[in-house]
């Protein structure tokens, strides 16, 4: 049941005087739940929870926050068609999206509750005593990585679960025995509050502290401005816009104390056509790209905004085809009138740029919110000259760069902003020939994709979401995946210390029986 009030740990508040409701795009109504933001006195009560709860979370074992993260699985799974429903309203995306990412979340919370079960994700490394050792004896040493403390997380408009309150952030976080307190996003506020409800079902069924989990509404960015300059709160997670990410970003390194922002933010993520593959399959290609720049409005991060080609005869036939088969796709709901709006100007204002020509477009009214696919092409030189064309357009339009050779396209790419994807479509063997502009897109883009599509992340540990910023602002970290966990963690070295007093991992009994590096080899076995 939604009441729309905050969760301050395991309690509900609701003592600020800002109300406020989400919107279905799709009957562009209101709904009906009402939402209290949280006030400073709730900010400063879910903190100062947090930090308590800190104390105790962090020493909690990995078998125990693993039922904990397995649990808040099991509660969100139980919420059913609630959930799904309410998912709906906010998003005025299909329910076979709103279950397809909740068994995202759920696989995410799940995946992180196996890591640290098993426990060697801690990096344990053992360099036992040499007291023999001359000139200079050398002392024990013992490292692994701990928690940081509270962490921040901004649900995402495009992710209302994935992303958001049990999303990614949320699950690695509490996986690495960091308390988290979610600012809310304000067009999900209710499926928020309902995976929030779950969370603290779980807290009180596996006896996690109270405090280790908080949920705060807030209608703009006084609350998340107050958190993340909040002295016990030391780390965030973001996913969103550039200016969004950069403004806390800016604000958590203005701080008597700085501390980490990891904030995925924009992306056009450049795909390359290579010329055989244009001549051999170019029709092949340009069918697929129009479902990709389409696919769920173009609403997500790893949409193709940019497509990079050598001018050709067939490049010519790739545009003509793609602009043939984008138009015939069905408009789609957007999420929220604000990003609707913003999708409109901001593919007006691309296509209104000096030589660009817009190639296909949706013309004929569209129901409200719904997006007006389109389809642009302009010459190399001018992209490289105008950097309005790099930003991104978040919704369902791609620029088709027309490069007047191999050369100017490496240009191309290697003044690109940092991005999460690039792509080459290639035949096999041509690749080969383009070593150079393979080199430059891998210097721009944290993942790399030969004759694919970008949209779509696997939850597994190899995939790297993030890149060279603006893409991330830290290209060392991925927000998705098991490594996620490194970003709430540090590293931390015992010396001398006595084995007793030891964190489980590092002792010489190795009670856990995790992998460890000792003297330089890796092994399961007691010292």
């Given at each position: 049941?939604?009441?729309?009030?905050?969760?301050?740990?395991?309690?509900?508040?609701?003592?600020?005087?800002?109300?406020?409701?989400?919107?279905?795009?799709?009957?562009?109504?209101?709904?009906?739940?009402?939402?209290t933001e949280?006030?400073?006195?709730?900010?400063?009560?879910?903190?100062?929870?947090?930090?308590?709860?800190?104390?105790?979370?962090?020493?909690?074992?990995?078998?125990?926050?693993?039922?904990?993260?397995?649990?808040?699985?099991?509660?969100?799974?139980?919420?059913?068609?609630?959930?799904?429903?309410?998912?709906?309203?906010?998003?005025?995306?299909?329910?076979g999206r709103a279950k397809g990412e909740r068994g995202r979340t759920i696989g995410q919370l799940r995946t992180f509750a196996k890591l640290i079960e098993?426990?060697?994700?801690?990096?344990?490394?053992?360099?036992?005593?040499?007291?023999?050792?001359?000139?200079?004896?050398?002392?024990?040493?013992?490292?692994?990585?701990?928690?940081?403390?509270p962490i921040v997380v901004f649900g995402a408009s495009n992710f209302p679960l994935a992303y958001?309150?049990?999303?990614?952030?949320?699950?690695?976080?509490?996986?690495?025995?960091?308390?988290?307190?979610?600012?809310?996003?304000?067009?999900?506020?209710?499926?928020?509050?309902?995976v929030a409800s779950a969370i603290a079902k779980a807290v009180q069924k596996t006896g996690m502290p109270n405090g280790v989990f908080s949920n705060l509404n807030s209608s703009g960015i006084e609350v998340g401005q107050e958190l993340v300059s909040h002295p016990k709160v030391k780390g965030v997670g973001f996913t969103g816009s550039i200016r969004g990410g950069r403004a806390l970003f800016d604000l958590a390194s203005k701080r008597k104390e700085p501390i980490p922002v990891f904030a995925?933010?924009?992306?056009?993520?450049p795909v390359i056509l290579l010329p055989k593959a244009l001549e051999n399959k170019g029709e092949s290609w340009a069918k697929t790209y129009a479902k990709s720049i389409t696919l769920g409005t173009g609403q997500f991060c790893t949409n193709p905004g940019l497509i990079l080609g050598i001018q050709s005869e067939s490049l010519t036939?790739?545009?003509?085809?793609?602009?043939?088969?984008?138009?015939?796709?069905?408009?789609?709901?957007?999420?929220?009138?604000?990003?609707?709006?913003?999708?409109?100007?901001?593919?007006?204002?691309?296509?209104?740029?000096?030589?660009?020509?817009?190639?296909?477009?949706?013309?004929?009214?569209?129901?409200?919110?719904?997006?007006?696919?389109?389809?642009?092409?302009?010459?190399?030189?001018?992209?490289l000259e105008n950097s309005t064309l790099h930003e991104e357009v978040f919704g369902p339009f791609s620029l088709v760069v027309q490069c007047k050779n191999a050369a100017e396209l490496e240009a191309i790419i290697a003044n690109l902003e940092g991005q999460l994807t690039g792509t080459v479509i290639s035949e096999e063997n041509e690749v080969s020939d383009y070593d150079n502009i393979i080199k430059a897109l891998s210097d721009r883009v944290g993942r790399i994709i030969f004759n694919g599509v970008p949209t779509g992340v696997e939850v597994v540990p190899a995939m790297l979401h993030g890149g060279p910023y603006?893409?991330?602002?830290?290209?060392?970290?991925?927000?998705?995946?098991?490594?996620?966990?490194?970003?709430?963690?540090?590293?931390?070295?015992?010396?001398?210390?006595?084995?007793?007093?030891l964190p489980d991992a590092?002792?010489?009994?190795?009670?856990?029986?995790?992998?460890?590096?000792?003297?330089?080899?890796?092994?399961?076995e007691a010292l």
């Open positions: 049941m939604i009441t729309g009030k905050n969760y301050i740990g395991n309690s509900l508040s609701a003592k600020g005087n800002i109300a406020y409701t989400t919107f279905n795009p799709k009957t562009n109504t209101a709904n009906e739940n009402v939402y949280a006030t400073s006195e709730e900010i400063q009560e879910a903190v100062n929870l947090a930090s308590e709860a800190f104390k105790e979370f962090r020493t909690i074992s990995g078998a125990k926050k693993a039922a904990f993260l397995n649990a808040i699985a099991d509660e969100i799974l139980a919420l059913d068609d609630e959930l799904v429903q309410t998912y709906m309203s906010e998003t005025g995306l299909p329910e098993e426990g060697s994700w801690v990096e344990a490394r053992i360099d036992p005593a040499q007291s023999e050792r001359t000139p200079n004896p050398r002392v024990d040493l013992r490292k692994m990585l701990v928690p940081i403390g958001s309150t049990a999303g990614g952030d949320t699950a690695s976080a509490l996986a690495s025995g960091c308390p988290v307190i979610v600012k809310s996003h304000p067009m999900h506020a209710g499926t928020g509050e309902l995925e933010m924009g992306s056009i993520n036939n790739f545009i003509n085809v793609l602009s043939e088969e984008i138009v015939q796709i069905q408009p789609q709901c957007m999420l929220h009138p604000n990003i609707h709006a913003a999708y409109t100007n901001n593919k007006l204002q691309a296509q209104d740029q000096h030589n660009v020509t817009t190639v296909a477009a949706i013309t004929e009214t569209v129901t409200e919110n719904y997006a007006q696919q389109a389809v642009a092409t302009v010459d190399g030189k001018a992209f603006p893409a991330s602002t830290d290209s060392r970290f991925t927000a998705v995946g098991r490594d996620a966990i490194k970003r709430w963690v540090r590293p931390f070295s015992y010396q001398d210390f006595p084995n007793a007093l590092l002792k010489d009994e190795n009670p856990l029986g995790i992998l460890r590096l000792v003297n330089d080899q890796e092994t399961k």
